[in-house]
């Protein structure tokens, strides 16, 4: 079956711009989450999401950083006024629930590159 | 709270000869453990996972991990290297359903496997 899938592969964009970044989970999973690996480190949490609503999203850094997963499939990471440092590798990962026992299967990633 | 500290950060070993990851953990309640492997360009691939079952815990392409409470230990081996396990490995520690299954990365081992 099909895994999570996320696009773009690739964005290079200008400081200062907004960005988009989706993320399509596996078929009936319930759980999405969101991740940030910087070059040479493991991922770092952002956000999660259980159904439609944001059950936790204290791992996003600030306010420019947003995320909505409207219909309880598709979710879209919002970025404003980027920043240089906000260059990395973002995540998506869905799972069938919540539970602590629960795998997460990774999509591919999306490089964000901010000029 | 919850964290892993990989205790290497590079790994080389020659072909045929075994392969030993180290991973420590730190959990306020009984973890669900987990490790992946990241091929260059290539999304997050489960490897294998604990959830308090059996201790010994076998995953794919011969991986196997031993958790080991006392010595609060998740470490990731292997009899037999082969050239396409060359990659990058992190161990995970799960936050539990309280926090939303969250999962929390090591920095990562980099393994080379010398032919």
């Known amino acids: 079956g099909a895994g999570v899938s996320q696009t773009p592969s690739n964005k290079v964009t200008e400081k200062g711009k907004y960005v988009e970044l989706r993320c399509d989970p596996i078929?009936?999973?319930?759980?999405l989450y969101w991740y940030r690996q910087s070059l040479g480190q493991g991922p770092e949490f952002l956000i999660y999401?259980?159904?439609?609503?944001?059950?936790?999203d204290s791992g996003l850094p600030n306010d420019r950083f947003f995320a909505v997963r409207p219909e309880g499939s598709v979710s879209t990471l919002k970025i404003q006024r980027t920043e240089r440092g906000d260059s990395a590798v973002y995540l998506c990962?869905?799972?069938?629930?919540?539970?602590?026992?629960?795998?997460?299967?990774f999509g591919p990633g999306t490089r964000l590159t901010v000029l | 709270a919850q964290s892993v500290t990989q205790l290497d950060s590079h790994v080389s070993v020659s072909e045929g000869t075994p392969v030993l990851l180290r991973c420590n953990y730190s959990s306020s309640y009984s973890p669900s453990l987990f490790w992946y492997v990241q091929h260059p360009n290539k999304g997050l691939q489960l490897l294998l996972k604990?959830?308090?079952?059996?201790?010994l815990v076998k995953g794919i392409n011969g991986f196997e991990a031993e958790f080991k409470k006392s010595e609060t230990s998740f470490h990731l081996t292997k009899p037999s290297a082969h050239m396409s396990d060359a990659a990058e490995y992190f161990c995970v520690v799960s936050g539990g359903s309280n926090t939303g299954n969250q999962f929390y990365f090591g920095t990562g081992t980099s393994l080379t496997v010398i032919p």
């Open positions: 604990y959830t308090s079952a059996a201790t």
């Open positions: 999401f259980q159904g439609t609503g944001a059950a936790d």
């Open positions: 990962a869905s799972s069938l629930q919540t539970s602590g026992t629960d795998t997460q299967y």
């Open positions: 078929s009936g999973h319930t759980a």
